[in-house]
Nanobody
Framework: QVQLVESGGGLVQAGGSLRLACAAS????????MGWFRQAPGKEREFAGI????????MYADSVKGRFTISRDNAKNTMYLQMNSLKAEDTAVYYC??????????????WGQGTQVTVST
């Protein structure tokens, strides 16, 4: 049974940083494409970034490029999202996803429960 558990969300001031974690069980993270998506109130879920299983390459949405960084710790089977220079518009529930490819959320099979990130101004 695959389980993804996000952690690390919270309240931060604009310009600050947070690091989210996604702990995976039931799958091997290094052999699975993983992604981060987010959903703001009243908006559709949107792509933030992905990391590919084959070579660990990453891709980011334009809105977060240069500020967010995805990494993984294969030994801990955990993926991370380092978020710097946070803006109010980054406020959303952040979800990790696995078993898909590319930026389209519907292509991902497994999802975590989400963690709230709130950026205050």
């Amino acid at each position: 049974q695959v389980q993804l558990v996000e952690s690390g969300g919270g309240l931060v001031q604009a310009g600050g940083s947070l690091r989210l974690a996604c702990a995976a069980s039931g799958l091997t993270l290094s052999r699975t494409n993983m992604g981060w998506f987010r959903q703001a109130p009243g908006k559709e879920r949107e792509f933030a970034g992905i990391i590919t299983w084959s070579d660990g390459s990453t891709m980011y949405a334009d809105s977060v490029k240069g500020r967010f960084t995805i990494s993984r710790d294969n030994a801990k089977n955990t993926m991370y999202l380092q978020m710097n220079s946070l803006k109010a518009e980054d406020t959303a529930v952040y979800y990790c996803a696995a078993g898909g490819r590319g930026p389209e959320s519907y292509k991902y099979r497994y999802w975590g429960q989400g963690t709230q990130v709130t950026v205050s101004t």
